[in-house]
């Protein structure tokens, strides 16, 4: 099965381009602005690539996030990787999550990306 991932970089369906990294729009985006950084080359393990790689994820990521305060003013940014299937990860190439975030887009931001096991998330919260 072909990589989506792949084929929209063959087409040129990205956002920004630092050459080993690129920026694309999120297929079904958690908030306005939801974009996603991955590597130019096929790489499923995002702990796997290679330092050239991780850097260049990494200035994708800086200026896409610097691009997006100044287009959809966000209040904050999760960013977020999953690795392998039991964390969550459903497309085989390696991406890295920019998630703008807003002030009273949920109820209860504390937390952060603790939510992926809820039971556990407010660690905040007395113990029954």
């Given at each position: ?47 796997a690539l290679r330092p050239e ?50 002030a009273g887009d949920v109820a ?17 919260a007395p113990k029954p």
């Amino acid at each position: 099965m072909p990589c989506p991932f792949c084929e929209l970089i063959a087409r040129g369906q990205v956002r920004l381009d630092g050459g080993a990294a690129v920026a694309i729009a999120d297929a079904f985006p958690l908030n306005p602005g939801h974009m996603l950084v991955l590597p130019r080359r096929h790489e499923p393990d995002f702990l796997a690539l290679r330092p050239e790689e991780l850097e260049a994820v990494a200035s994708v990521a800086r200026a896409l996030v610097r691009d997006l305060k100044g287009e959809a003013h966000p209040d904050g940014f999760n960013l977020g990787v999953n690795v392998g299937p039991a964390a969550g990860q459903t497309i085989d190439h390696a991406h890295l999550h920019v998630i703008p975030r807003y002030a009273g887009d949920v109820a209860e931001p504390r937390g952060g990306i603790r939510w992926i096991i809820p039971a556990r998330a407010p660690y905040w919260a007395p113990k029954p």
